[in-house]
């Protein structure tokens, strides 16, 4: 397997503009977890998914962000509107069960809004 | 409130040296504990996990220990290289709340001289 798959790597955006990021889990892997990662606060769990359906979103910031998994290979995370704040590194993770089991980490997407 | 806490921030250190980085946490009702390894640009690589019930665990030159009572982790680099050179970051998941959440440190900037 090719790991967990993030596009695009890079992403540099006007403020106000519409942002979506997207991953690809291990095939097989029930779990899907989108973080953040900022110099200030470090990597902070987003969201996570499991079997397709949003299990807690309690780390999403605010309204302007949404996550979808409409189906077991895919995933998005979008920002609408974006803001300068928003940038950082957003990581897609995924694991075959939960407890006890290691999460795969994608290579990130690099968010930038100017 | 769980609070990761990793010490030093940076470290330095020349080739061959044994190391040990460290990592705290605040509430010790956790399920387990993983240490990863982030590359510049890259996403995080799991080196080790150790569940709640564990003391510790090996691989390769790595060895992490575990004093779930202290709150406290060690993760012990033996005979360094250079391209052990990266951040290292521990992560714990609790019990209760959301199962999903690993909480992270904000990681050690190992850097290993020639």
């Known amino acids: 397997d090719a790991g967990v798959i993030q596009s695009p790597r890079h992403e540099v955006t006007e403020m106000g503009q519409e942002v979506t990021l997207r991953c690809k889990p291990i095939?097989?892997?029930?779990?899907l977890f989108w973080y953040r990662q900022t110099m200030m606060r470090g990597l902070e769990l987003l969201i996570y998914?499991?079997?397709?359906?949003?299990?807690?979103d309690s780390g999403m910031p605010e309204d302007r962000f949404s996550a979808k998994m409409p189906n077991a290979s895919f995933s998005t995370l979008k920002i609408q509107p974006s803001e300068p704040r928003d940038s950082a590194v957003y990581f897609c993770?995924?694991?075959?069960?939960?407890?006890?089991?290691?999460?795969?980490f994608g290579q990130g997407t690099r968010l930038t809004v100017v | 409130k769980q609070e990761v806490t990793q010490i030093p921030a940076a470290l330095s250190v020349p080739e061959g040296e044994n190391l040990v980085l460290n990592c705290s946490f605040t509430?010790?009702?956790?399920?387990?504990l993983q240490w990863f390894r982030q590359d510049p640009g890259k996403g995080l690589t799991s080196l080790l996990l150790i569940q709640s019930s564990q003391r510790e665990q090996t691989s390769g030159r790595l060895n992490a220990s575990l004093d779930k009572s202290s709150g406290r982790s060690t993760l012990y680099i033996a005979a360094s290289q250079p391209g052990d050179s990266a951040t290292y970051l521990c992560?714990?998941?609790?019990?209760?709340?959301?199962?999903?959440?690993?909480?992270f440190g904000k990681g050690t900037k190992l850097s290993v001289k020639p």
């Open positions: 095939s097989g892997h029930d779990y």
């Open positions: 998914f499991n079997n397709n359906v949003p299990i807690d």
């Open positions: 992560a714990v998941m609790n019990y209760g709340g959301s199962q999903g959440n690993l909480i």
């Open positions: 993770a995924s694991s075959l069960g939960i407890l006890g089991t290691e999460a795969f």
């Open positions: 509430d010790s009702a956790i399920y387990n």
